[in-house]
């Protein structure tokens, strides 16, 4: 991880918008776990939520391009979390991408909240590898 990456990610935790996100997602995959068949997303918003704590630097690719094989049902279960849930939630990071991008200074966290927008439509299947490389 280069310099501007974890300068990023530690603006990112002060500002306090890592915060937010790893505490909102952590919570939802507390939530989705109390549940039997809500384990699979509960275990996605935890990715994301490790995920949203470092976003610079960092990305979320699905298991295969990694060389992981694909669970079974995986592209069913985005759907079903697209229409219940993802749509919002992308909605939701992208109007605080938008928020953030209305001051020079926060345009990279308006990015990183268009990438967590664009992993909450499906999250189901991803991991965080760091962006320059295998990881």
Known sequence: MGFWSILGN???????S??????????????????VIGIPFG?????????????????????????????????????????????????????WGVFHCLTIIGIPFGLAHFKLARVSLAPLGKRSVLAGGAG
Request: proline fraction near 1%; charged fraction near 10%; hydrophobic fraction near 65%.
């Open 10 to 16: 530690v603006i990112w935790l002060v500002w306090g």
């Open 43 to 95: 275990i996605a918003a935890f990715r994301i939520a490790m995920f949203s704590l470092l976003p610079f630097g960092n990305t979320l690719a699905d298991a295969e391009e990694l060389g992981q094989e694909r669970i079974t049902g995986t592209g069913f279960a985005n759907l079903l979390w697209f229409l219940l849930a993802g749509l919002w939630l992308a909605i939701l990071h992208v109007i």
């Open 18 to 35: 890592g915060v937010a996100c790893f505490l909102f997602w952590g919570l939802a995959g507390i939530l989705l776990c109390a549940t």
